[in-house]
């Protein structure tokens, strides 16, 4: 079902993944993830605009990560897929725990790198191993605009926040922002947030 046995505070401890050492499941499996994340997209990116985390229409290109990675793990999490809510230093994502590795969803990479500016090659969300994490930081390393490598943007300091990601599916779930409705339409949900009064308009010719 998609949950998560998870202490909220437990300490991230990543697991170089090894590609040499890397069973065949695991492409495998980041392609899963890939398909997954892909479906949320345009309900992440539709509630990130609507969210008051960084201003009104806010993108995944901007500083928006404790806004857009609890979105994202709530709908992974509706597909089954094990997401985890990490918090690091100064930065929020999702870690997967899979039995071959552990792989990083990181739905506002392009921040680190010039944001709206970022490589047009780049892909809005990163999902990779953490090898795969630190290659794709090498193969940007032009366009990088913050001076912290990967390990301490990702893993100082990181504990699991499932206290907040559950406060945020009971908000879900409840409804009555706009910024929750696009989630709960992926969720087949209906939309909950209260809609201003039709007002009929007299039109004269």
Not at 132 to 151: C, E, G, I, S, W
Not at 171 to 186: H, I, K, M, N, S
């Amino acid at each position: 079902d998609g949950s998560v046995p998870a202490s909220d505070g437990e300490a991230v401890h990543p697991r170089l993944a090894d590609p040499a050492n890397q069973t065949i499941r695991l492409p495998l499996q980041l392609d899963i993830v890939r398909g997954a994340v892909q479906r949320t997209l345009p309900a992440l990116r539709e509630s990130v605009a609507l969210g008051g985390w960084n201003g009104p229409h806010t993108t995944l290109d901007e500083s928006c990560c404790g806004d857009a990675a609890p979105k994202l793990a709530v709908l992974l999490r509706a597909q089954g897929v094990p997401a985890r809510l990490v918090e690091s230093e100064f930065h929020y994502y999702v870690l997967l725990d899979l039995p071959d590795g552990q792989v990083v969803v990181d739905p506002s990479v392009r921040q680190f790198f010039g944001k709206k500016h970022a490589p047009k090659s780049m892909p809005q969300v990163f999902v990779g191993t953490i090898g795969d994490l630190n290659v794709f930081f090498q193969r940007h390393a032009a366009a990088k605009t913050t001076r912290y490598d990967p390990q301490r943007l990702y893993f100082r300091e990181s504990v699991v926040r499932e206290e907040i990601l559950l406060a945020l599916q009971a908000r879900v779930l409840a409804g009555g922002e706009a910024e929750y409705d696009p989630l709960r339409t992926f969720l087949g949900l209906p939309p909950a947030a209260p809609r201003p009064p039709t007002v009929a308009r007299l039109i004269i010719p």
